[in-house]
């Protein structure tokens, strides 16, 4: 059975993902999607022409992700797209954010990410597609976003890695690496603190770099960053020292404050 897996299925860029994939993989059987919020996961699934199976998990618990690995081993499961966007972050300066939601980030953007990629890895079938979701928060690191940007760097490094292990295997892996994306992210993310208000005039429609990370992963490209800006953004941090980049961040802060 040739299948699709989306974590963080039930909003935002894992709903995006499976919405535009519904219309443009037919070879694919059945859609696995994969949140905590079985209600909305059933949502999505309804509105799907795909067939659906429900996964409805905190993939950071201990145990949940070999639900995933025994049903793919029952169902004689061919992976062909591995679509990981569960995640979250938490701004604020470290000090004042939870140490619960600091370590929470962490066991989700980059433990329950890593385990269940390799727990599908006997699972995907030639040609099959990774996709990770990173974030330009990966390219540099971001005062009062600390624990998050750090935790995409590492999605980043690792997914550009795992592409080229597993290149000879003709499995192919993307990093997607938005700027500010108009989804609830935010809601989350800034109950604690708020981001640069300059962000907001950068934010993009997730439709776009749905279509723009799907189209990249076609093409076998190891990074996909949509945007003017954010490609910008990407060169700078590569020709100019970080910490320029962090002093402006802090006046630009600074000034927001005043």
């Given at each position: 059975?040739?299948?699709?897996?989306?974590?963080?299925?039930?909003?935002?860029?894992?709903?995006?993902?499976?919405?535009?994939?519904?219309c443009?993989?037919?070879?694919?059987?059945?859609?696995?999607?994969?949140?905590?919020?079985?209600?909305?996961?059933?949502?999505?699934?309804?509105?799907?022409?795909?067939?659906?199976?429900?996964?409805a998990?905190?993939?950071?618990?201990?145990?949940?992700?070999q639900?995933?690995?025994?049903a793919?081993?029952?169902?004689?499961?061919?992976?062909?797209?591995?679509?990981?966007?569960?995640?979250?972050?938490?701004?604020?300066?470290?000090?004042?954010?939870?140490?619960?939601?600091?370590?929470?980030?962490?066991?989700?953007?980059?433990?329950?990410?890593?385990?269940?990629?390799?727990?599908?890895?006997?699972?995907?079938?030639?040609?099959?597609?990774?996709?990770?979701?990173?974030?330009v928060?990966?390219?540099?690191?971001?005062?009062?976003?600390?624990?998050?940007?750090?935790?995409?760097?590492y999605?980043?490094?690792?997914?550009?890695?795992?592409?080229?292990?597993?290149?000879?295997?003709?499995?192919?892996?993307?990093?997607?690496?938005?700027?500010p994306?108009?989804?609830?992210?935010?809601?989350?993310?800034?109950?604690?603190?708020?981001?640069?208000?300059?962000?907001?005039?950068?934010m993009?429609?997730?439709?776009?770099?749905?279509?723009?990370?799907?189209?990249?992963?076609?093409?076998?490209?190891?990074?996909?960053?949509?945007?003017?800006?954010?490609?910008?953004?990407?060169?700078?941090?590569?020709?100019?020292?970080?910490?320029i980049?962090?002093?402006?961040?802090?006046?630009?802060?600074?000034?927001?404050?005043?």
């Open positions: 059975m040739n299948v699709a897996i989306i974590t963080g299925a039930s909003s935002g860029m894992g709903k995006e993902f499976a919405l535009q994939m519904d443009h993989f037919k070879n694919i059987e059945e859609f696995w999607l994969v949140a905590r919020r079985e209600e909305e996961l059933n949502e999505l699934a309804s509105c799907l022409q795909h067939k659906c199976r429900i996964f998990m905190d993939v950071t618990m201990a145990g949940q992700l639900r995933l690995e025994y793919a081993r029952l169902e004689n499961a061919k992976v062909c797209m591995l679509v990981q966007c569960a995640g979250y972050g938490i701004m604020g300066p470290f000090e004042t954010v939870p140490v619960k939601d600091c370590t929470g980030m962490i066991r989700l953007n980059c433990e329950a990410l890593t385990e269940l990629t390799s727990r599908m890895l006997p699972y995907l079938r030639e040609n099959a597609r990774i996709i990770m979701l990173a974030s928060a990966a390219f540099l690191p971001q005062q009062d976003f600390a624990v998050y940007a750090a935790s995409k760097s999605v980043l490094s690792f997914s550009r890695a795992l592409a080229r292990e597993l290149k000879k295997k003709n499995v192919y892996v993307t990093a997607v690496c938005p700027g994306v108009d989804t609830p992210f935010f809601d989350v993310a800034e109950k604690n603190g708020s981001t640069l208000a300059i962000k907001k005039y950068f993009a429609r997730p439709e776009a770099v749905v279509a723009k990370a799907l189209r990249d992963s076609y093409h076998k490209k190891e990074l996909s960053v949509y945007g003017t800006s954010m490609n910008a953004l990407l060169i700078g941090t590569k020709l100019l020292p970080h910490g980049f962090l002093n402006v961040a802090g006046r630009m802060k600074k000034a927001g404050e005043e």
